[in-house]
Protein backbone atom coordinates (compact mmCIF):
# COMPACT_ATOMS: atom_id res chain seq x y z
CA UNK A 1 0.00 0.00 0.00
CA UNK A 2 1.47 3.12 -0.79
CA UNK A 3 1.94 5.86 2.08
CA UNK A 4 0.14 8.94 1.59
CA UNK A 5 0.90 10.97 4.56
CA UNK A 6 2.81 13.68 2.73
CA UNK A 7 0.51 14.36 0.25
CA UNK A 8 -2.24 17.02 0.69
CA UNK A 9 -5.29 14.68 0.65
CA UNK A 10 -8.12 17.55 0.41
CA UNK A 11 -10.24 16.86 -3.05
CA UNK A 12 -12.09 20.25 -3.06
CA UNK A 13 -10.76 23.42 -2.73
CA UNK A 14 -12.36 26.04 -0.41
CA UNK A 15 -14.87 28.49 -2.00
CA UNK A 16 -12.82 32.16 -2.57
CA UNK A 17 -15.70 33.17 -0.54
CA UNK A 18 -14.64 30.98 2.36
CA UNK A 19 -10.99 31.77 2.34
CA UNK A 20 -11.83 36.00 1.80
CA UNK A 21 -14.29 35.11 5.10
CA UNK A 22 -11.10 33.42 7.07
CA UNK A 23 -9.34 36.77 5.93
CA UNK A 24 -11.33 39.27 7.94
CA UNK A 25 -10.16 36.73 10.97
CA UNK A 26 -6.59 36.53 9.97
CA UNK A 27 -5.38 39.95 8.44
CA UNK A 28 -2.09 37.76 7.28
CA UNK A 29 -4.11 36.06 5.01
CA UNK A 30 -4.36 37.57 1.20
CA UNK A 31 -7.19 35.79 -0.45
CA UNK A 32 -5.73 34.84 -3.87
CA UNK A 33 -2.27 33.59 -2.42
CA UNK A 34 -4.31 31.35 -0.26
CA UNK A 35 -6.32 29.87 -3.27
CA UNK A 36 -3.66 29.74 -5.21
CA UNK A 37 -1.24 27.85 -2.92
CA UNK A 38 -4.15 25.66 -1.70
CA UNK A 39 -4.55 24.52 -6.16
CA UNK A 40 -1.12 24.54 -6.73
CA UNK A 41 -1.30 21.84 -3.19
CA UNK A 42 -3.66 19.98 -4.93
CA UNK A 43 -2.38 19.86 -8.35
CA UNK A 44 0.53 18.87 -7.29
CA UNK A 45 -0.08 16.30 -5.12
CA UNK A 46 -2.45 14.67 -7.65
CA UNK A 47 0.75 14.46 -10.08
CA UNK A 48 3.07 12.90 -7.42
CA UNK A 49 0.64 10.25 -6.22
CA UNK A 50 0.05 9.78 -10.10
CA UNK A 51 3.95 9.68 -10.66
CA UNK A 52 4.71 7.40 -7.37
CA UNK A 53 1.80 5.00 -8.97
CA UNK A 54 3.57 4.85 -12.32
CA UNK A 55 7.31 4.02 -11.57
CA UNK A 56 5.79 1.39 -8.77
CA UNK A 57 3.75 -0.63 -11.94
CA UNK A 58 7.50 -0.32 -13.37
CA UNK A 59 8.69 -1.39 -10.30
CA UNK A 60 10.86 1.37 -8.92
CA UNK A 61 10.22 4.10 -6.39
CA UNK A 62 10.53 7.80 -7.22
CA UNK A 63 14.05 8.12 -6.07
CA UNK A 64 15.06 4.99 -7.90
CA UNK A 65 13.56 6.55 -11.47
CA UNK A 66 14.71 10.27 -11.07
CA UNK A 67 18.13 8.55 -10.17
CA UNK A 68 18.27 6.79 -13.88
CA UNK A 69 16.71 10.14 -15.35
CA UNK A 70 19.83 12.06 -14.70
CA UNK A 71 22.22 9.14 -15.10
CA UNK A 72 20.47 9.03 -18.67
CA UNK A 73 20.92 12.88 -18.86
CA UNK A 74 24.93 12.92 -17.82
CA UNK A 75 27.27 14.31 -20.44
CA UNK A 76 30.37 14.00 -18.14
CA UNK A 77 30.14 10.69 -17.39
CA UNK A 78 29.55 9.01 -14.22
CA UNK A 79 28.15 10.64 -11.61
CA UNK A 80 29.16 11.19 -7.78
CA UNK A 81 26.61 9.89 -5.19
CA UNK A 82 26.67 13.28 -3.05
CA UNK A 83 25.61 14.71 -6.04
CA UNK A 84 23.15 12.33 -7.33
CA UNK A 85 21.68 12.92 -3.54
CA UNK A 86 21.67 16.63 -3.83
CA UNK A 87 19.72 16.80 -7.33
CA UNK A 88 17.16 14.10 -6.31
CA UNK A 89 16.57 16.13 -3.20
CA UNK A 90 17.43 12.89 -0.49
CA UNK A 91 19.98 12.49 1.99
CA UNK A 92 23.21 11.10 1.42
CA UNK A 93 22.18 7.73 3.42
CA UNK A 94 18.69 7.71 1.40
CA UNK A 95 21.04 7.72 -1.84
CA UNK A 96 22.65 5.21 -0.57
CA UNK A 97 19.84 2.82 -0.13
CA UNK A 98 18.37 3.95 -3.16
CA UNK A 99 22.17 2.70 -5.15
CA UNK A 100 22.01 -0.60 -3.31
CA UNK A 101 18.86 -1.45 -4.67
CA UNK A 102 19.63 -0.06 -8.23
CA UNK A 103 23.16 -1.97 -8.21
CA UNK A 104 21.67 -5.30 -7.34
CA UNK A 105 19.17 -4.97 -9.62
CA UNK A 106 21.79 -4.66 -12.17
CA UNK A 107 20.85 -1.14 -13.36
CA UNK A 108 23.50 0.51 -11.63
CA UNK A 109 27.24 0.21 -11.38
CA UNK A 110 29.96 1.89 -8.93
CA UNK A 111 32.98 2.69 -10.53
CA UNK A 112 36.16 4.19 -9.05
CA UNK A 113 36.76 7.88 -9.41
CA UNK A 114 39.77 8.70 -11.98
CA UNK A 115 40.38 11.46 -10.27
CA UNK A 116 40.30 9.69 -6.08
CA UNK A 117 40.25 5.76 -6.07
CA UNK A 118 39.06 6.12 -2.57
CA UNK A 119 35.66 7.27 -3.86
CA UNK A 120 33.30 5.77 -6.47
CA UNK A 121 31.06 7.03 -8.82
CA UNK A 122 27.58 5.83 -10.59
CA UNK A 123 27.36 5.29 -14.10
CA UNK A 124 23.76 2.89 -15.60
CA UNK A 125 24.36 0.26 -16.81
CA UNK A 126 23.28 -1.44 -20.34
CA UNK A 127 20.37 -3.33 -18.38
CA UNK A 128 19.60 -0.06 -16.64
CA UNK A 129 19.79 1.68 -19.88
CA UNK A 130 17.35 -0.48 -21.73
CA UNK A 131 15.25 -0.70 -18.59
CA UNK A 132 14.57 3.02 -18.86
CA UNK A 133 14.30 3.00 -22.62
CA UNK A 134 11.21 0.53 -21.84
CA UNK A 135 9.05 3.10 -19.93
CA UNK A 136 9.91 6.53 -21.12
CA UNK A 137 7.67 6.40 -24.48
CA UNK A 138 4.87 5.51 -22.02
CA UNK A 139 5.86 7.82 -19.18
CA UNK A 140 6.20 10.68 -21.60
CA UNK A 141 2.94 9.89 -23.13
CA UNK A 142 1.58 10.38 -20.11
CA UNK A 143 2.73 13.63 -19.44
CA UNK A 144 1.82 14.62 -22.22
CA UNK A 145 -1.58 13.83 -21.54
CA UNK A 146 -1.83 15.50 -18.49
CA UNK A 147 -0.59 19.15 -19.92
CA UNK A 148 -3.36 18.81 -22.72
CA UNK A 149 -5.84 20.33 -20.39
CA UNK A 150 -2.92 23.44 -20.85
CA UNK A 151 -2.87 25.56 -24.20
CA UNK A 152 0.75 25.14 -25.84
CA UNK A 153 1.54 28.30 -25.84
CA UNK A 154 0.62 29.05 -22.41
CA UNK A 155 2.63 26.13 -20.95
CA UNK A 156 6.11 28.17 -21.06
CA UNK A 157 4.61 30.50 -19.27
CA UNK A 158 3.07 28.04 -16.35
CA UNK A 159 6.54 26.71 -15.91
CA UNK A 160 8.18 30.11 -15.63
CA UNK A 161 4.95 31.09 -13.16
CA UNK A 162 5.94 28.10 -10.92
CA UNK A 163 9.35 28.97 -10.88
CA UNK A 164 8.47 32.00 -9.65
CA UNK A 165 6.72 30.79 -6.62
CA UNK A 166 9.69 28.22 -6.00
CA UNK A 167 11.98 31.36 -6.02
CA UNK A 168 9.73 32.03 -2.53
CA UNK A 169 9.84 29.00 -0.76
CA UNK A 170 11.65 29.77 2.16
CA UNK A 171 14.89 27.94 1.77
CA UNK A 172 14.84 27.65 -1.50
CA UNK A 173 17.15 31.15 -2.36
CA UNK A 174 19.96 29.50 -3.39
CA UNK A 175 17.56 27.83 -6.17
CA UNK A 176 19.01 28.35 -10.02
CA UNK A 177 16.58 30.59 -11.60
CA UNK A 178 14.61 29.10 -14.52
CA UNK A 179 15.14 30.08 -17.75
CA UNK A 180 12.81 28.92 -20.30
CA UNK A 181 14.25 28.02 -23.58
CA UNK A 182 14.46 30.06 -26.82
CA UNK A 183 10.99 29.90 -27.78
CA UNK A 184 13.29 29.19 -31.57
CA UNK A 185 15.84 26.17 -30.20
CA UNK A 186 17.77 26.75 -33.46
CA UNK A 187 17.92 30.84 -33.74
CA UNK A 188 21.32 32.07 -34.45
CA UNK A 189 23.28 34.03 -31.82
CA UNK A 190 23.94 37.15 -32.36
CA UNK A 191 24.33 40.21 -30.30
CA UNK A 192 21.86 41.77 -28.10
CA UNK A 193 20.28 45.35 -27.96
CA UNK A 194 20.62 47.35 -24.73
CA UNK A 195 18.65 50.33 -23.62
CA UNK A 196 20.07 52.62 -21.11
Avoid at 26 to 41: G, I, M, R
Avoid at 176 to 192: K, R
Wanted: net charge negative; with cysteine; charged share 25%.
Amino acid sequence: MTDRSDLFLIRDIPRFESIAAHAERYPELEPTSAEAYLVLLRVASGVLAWRQRFVAEHGLTQPQFTTLMLLSCEDHGPAAPSELAERVGVTRATMTGVLDALVADGLVDRVPDPDDRRMQRISMTEKGLHRLESILPEYFGAVSRLMNGVAPDDRRRLAGLLADVGRCIPGEANAPAFTPPTTDPVAPAGPTETTP
